[in-house]
């Protein structure tokens, strides 16, 4: 599997996109890391010719959360924090759908967090893209889930006392079944990494070192570049979970990107009792006389 | 055949069993074919505290738990004490002598039934447990059942625990009903039988079953007293209906995953008491700014904040008309009885399709969780199912799709996401036609605007659609009661009565909020030289929305906010103060 992730990236460089381009550019600040997530989407949902009507993107608020207006596909712009369960909703009424989660770390280990846990450990199969800045983008720069002990920023001037989040050690804790980050400075790795994560049947989460040019000045694309490497170049086995959690944890002058942890279980579509009638969607709407006599006899 | 009716008090501690006797009675006298109509009056704990139950058996359709009591069954002396002075004049008391006291000074007027249902059962491997099954057997004989009923609600009830169970409970009651037969008179001849078994529901369970009947095929909730009934419904029918149901980790899940089901085609419903209610008013907003078609039920409970979870109230209304911030397109439905839950089901997903938007419906505890007899043939499966344009699965080719085209009525085609060749988003943000959710678009003026224009156009038109509201009684009367909701069978008694006294009542029973049809409205409060608005709340927030929408202020106000229900005895004395007194606000401080 480890190779698996190498394997895709020389396929996914050159694989044409414009099938998934969508009615408008972003309107996101030249530079920013979320044209490198958007450009994966594509080139992933490409590389698995997934036809764009079958695709829907969901998003909650934010700068990354603009995203499904950029690509071509069906796709919901909802609240702060909620698109998880928008998307999960999406997903129980027609499985069909392949279910594309994109925000920001405010988004989805903020204000979504609770979501963000209890989704994992449902083990839906949707693909969980958070672009993780490390700061509150859109609102110019307040201090995020993910700003690590000390930053600067608008809303901590006297420096954040809080420890970020670990969105990797929490995600392979609540029972995610693919957890794996990338790096927008590594595009074609990033693209793999996304595609293996649709690919996955279950929940994946791909947290994704997105930079943000405007307000984060600490962790740059030249901060990240000095100091990421890819699990997958060190051999890595993503199957050993103790050895993911070791992972997880490393976070300072060497921070591993790629494929921490992919675990093949059951999926929560694989339990739901509700489908041995059909997909929701394609059911007929109402009770048959002798459905609704049956249940009317119950309070006899 | 001249109408028959007696009202039995049930009551103890909780995990006595009041629950059990209370629906075998009303079971009992369902497959009778007489109508019940019962509310339980219970606290918030699992063991102790005290639980009450009042049915009200008649031989024709009733439509409160009334205001009296025949018949008490008393399974404590807390019962006993607390309860003996409601006994109507000749009434009846039931209970046990080996747990149950008589107090020394107690009424005269009434029958005394005590039954030593130890004694009575030691050789039957009698348990304490076992006195309400006891009691039970003796209220057949005074109610004049049919004890055969017994036998088949004990079969029931026990079948799970294996017919030996079944068999004990069943000799354990049969002691009951001939000790009683023995010793006290019945209270009158037999009842009538009715002409065929009736079933005993509740307005929650209407509400699931309705859902189900109009199409809903996706059910999300997180437990809250009153609305965790319906959950139970759906997560016991929902798989063998292809109905996927979700207790999801809070409300903002809830809602936003009948809305995330709502926007893949399946209609989709959700319920809460108001508290999860105030966590789901955001995405009320989203569903109307997305176009998604959402059935929100609030059953309300006591409030503010957790207040009474376990009792009635209808102060959620203003929180109703007020949820999620800015100006949107929603419909508030306040059903008014257990069919009414059912039927309004039909309609609030047919509204939510055709609009595509947020329905929300005000239930109460009081109508969620009462006990009702409803005929069977009264519940038609066959409800109107009209999706609108809200469930297309293909698109013409050659015809561009905009998502949310500006048309006449401000309803755009929606095609479902997995439609080929079709692809858009649905924003929360501003968008335009397309859905294009770009700073420059949405917040351009014209375009905002025009957006605007286009979502509130809804409301005209569904305005339009709402059925005028209808008084109940005579077309004039000296005074109308107006009521919204759960209120109704309440009010139609209370009119009678006063209406027999002398004071010719009629009854407005508002069950469509908002939009409000306020010229229908004003052509029934504009004939009234007395208006008087009653409500389970202290604002009185019907009232004023009435005066909001209408501009006409109601001369007198009946209110109730204790946390149990109305009863006709209430509003009629409420009525007679404002008359005679001059008040205009009943109770008041």
Known sequence: ?300 | MSRQEITVGVGGEAGEGIGRTGDSIAKIAARHGLHIYAYNSYQSVIRGGHVWLRIRIATEKIHNHGDHLNVLIALNQDTLDRHLREVDSDGWVLFNTEVVRVPEDHRGDLRYCGVPCKALCKDLGYKPVMQNTVLLGAATWVLQLDFSYVEGVMQDIFKHKGAPVVRENVQVAWRGYEYARENFPPIHSPFPRGPKPLAVTTGNEMFALGAVAAGCKFYAAYPMTPASSILHWFARYGPELGVVVKQCEDELAVINFAIGAGFAGVRALCATSGGGFSLMTEAIGEAAMTETPVVVINAMRGGPSTGLPTKTEQADFWQLFGASQGDYPKMILAPTDALDCYYTMAEAFNWAERYQIPVLVASDLYLSEHRETVDPADIRFDVPIDRGESALREWPEDREYKRFADTPTGVSPRVLPGTPGVCYTAATDEHDERGILISDVGTDPVKRKKSMDKRMRKLRFLRQEIPAPQVIGPERADVTLVGWGSTKGILIEAADRLTRAGISTNVLALKYLYPFPSDGVMDVLRRSPKVIVVEQNYTGQLMRHIRAETGFLAHGAVRKYDGEPMEPAYVVQGVKAILEDGISVFPGE
């Open chain 1, 1 to 300: 599997m480890a190779t698996a992730v190498l394997d895709v990236i020389q396929e996914i460089r050159d694989v044409p996109v414009e099938a998934y381009e969508g009615p408008v550019h972003p309107d996101w600040c030249p530079g920013c890391g979320d044209y490198g997530v958007l450009k994966a989407l594509q080139k992933a949902l490409a590389y698995l010719q997934i036809d764009p009507s079958q695709v829907v993107v969901v998003s909650g608020i934010g700068c990354s959360s603009n995203l499904p207006g950029f690509i071509r596909a069906y796709g919901f712009h909802g609240l702060h924090g909620r698109a998880l369960p928008v998307a999960e909703g999406i997903k129980l009424a027609n499985p069909r759908l392949h279910v594309v989660v994109t925000g920001g770390d405010g988004d989805g280990y903020g204000i979504g967090m609770g979501h963000f846990i209890h989704a994992m450990r449902r083990n839906l199969d949707i693909t969980y893209i958070v672009m993780n800045n490390q700061i509150y983008g859109l609102t110019t720069g307040q201090v995020s889930p993910t700003s690590m002990k000390g930053v600067r920023t608008k809303s901590t001037p006297y420096g954040n006392i809080e420890p970020p989040v670990n969105p990797i050690a929490l995600a392979l804790m609540s029972g995610a079944t693919y957890v794996a980050r990338g790096f927008s400075g590594d595009p074609n790795h990033l693209a793999s990494l996304v595609a293996h994560g649709i690919r996955h049947r279950g929940f994946a989460l791909i947290d994704v070192f997105s930079p943000c040019v405007t307000y984060n000045n600490v962790n740059t694309y030249a901060w990240f570049r000095q100091r990421v490497y890819r699990l997958e170049d060190e051999g890595h086995d993503p199957s050993d979970f103790a050895r993911a959690v070791e992972k997880a944890l490393e976070f300072g002058d060497r921070i591993p990107i790629g494929l921490f942890y992919e675990i093949e279980v059951e999926t929560y579509e694989d339990l739901e009792p509700a489908y041995k009638r059909g997909i929701p969607v394609d059911q007929p709407l109402g009770l048959s006389p002798e459905e609704g006599a049956r249940l009317v006899q119950a309070w006899m």
